[in-house]
T-cell receptor
Framework: DTAVSQTPKYLVTQMGNDKSIKCEQN?????MYWYKQDSKKFLKIMFSYNNKELIINETVPNRFSPKSPDKAHLNLHINSLELGDSAVYFCASSRGYPGGDYGYTFGSGTRLTVV | GENVEQHPSTLSVQEGDSAVIKCTYSDSASNYFPWYKQELGKRPQLIID?????GEKKDQRIAVTLNKTAKHFSLHITETQPEDSAVYFC?????????FGTGTRLKVLA
């Protein structure tokens, strides 16, 4: 009955590889997000989508390509991984339009380690 | 630009004491202010929120206050317990996203 599920939970990979993280929500929310949490715990927005449409790309390198096949799914593909990409990536969803007055529900996070 | 400052970065209190975390936001258009609790290795979870038409909201041991004129909002936890130990994030609604504060690591000492 997980509301927002991400896979995989852990990802260890070498520099230069390409990897994907998947996210699915069963809450019927219209909006989904990707946030990056670095080692200092800062939560930084990467992308927001509303009904499959990209709303925000917050100056993320184009090595990161989100894809939303439908409003319940938002996947993140990363090309040519770099050491600085190591972080925890959180997917989240919310009702209404991005930035509205409904709280986020976060996924459990994907800890990406690039070696 | 849109920015949220959060203080303190770490806070240690004795069990049973109160804890207060303060945030300041920059965007006068922000109208929604959620607070999240993140336990070690877990996801952030919404614990309380407040909308701009309300000055204070309480839910059992936690309360949030909002001063729109000063662009300040605060989280108050009373009668702290060891299970309150976590990182707490404030956030303010921005343009198509929430802007998060930098987090406060709260330690409740038994």
């Amino acid at each position: 009955d997980t509301a927002v599920s991400q896979t995989p939970k852990y990802l260890v990979t070498q520099m230069g590889n390409d990897k994907s993280i998947k996210c699915e929500q069963n809450l019927g929310h219209d909006t989904m997000y990707w946030y990056k949490q670095d080692s200092k715990k800062f939560l930084k927005i990467m992308f927001s989508y509303n009904n499959k449409e990209l709303i925000i790309n917050e100056t993320v390198p184009n090595r990161f390509s989100p894809k939303s096949p439908d409003k319940a799914h938002l996947n993140l593909h990363i090309n040519s991984l770099e050491l600085g990409d190591s972080a925890v990536y959180f997917c989240a969803s919310s009702r209404g339009y991005p930035g509205g007055d409904y709280g986020y529900t976060f996924g459990s996070g994907t800890r990406l380690t690039v070696v | 630009g849109e920015n949220v400052e959060q203080h303190p970065s770490t806070l240690s209190v004795q069990e049973g004491d109160s804890a207060v975390i303060k945030c300041t936001y920059s965007d006068s258009a922000s109208n929604y202010f959620p607070w999240y609790k993140q336990e070690l290795g877990k996801r952030p979870q919404l614990i309380i929120d407040i909308r701009s038409n309300v000055g204070e909201k309480k839910d059992q041991r936690i309360a949030v206050t909002l001063n729109k004129t000063a662009k300040h909002f605060s989280l108050h936890i009373t009668e702290t317990q060891p299970e309150d130990s976590a990182v707490y994030f404030c956030a303010a609604s921005g343009t198509y996203k929430y802007i998060f504060g930098t987090g406060t690591r709260l330690k409740v000492l038994a």
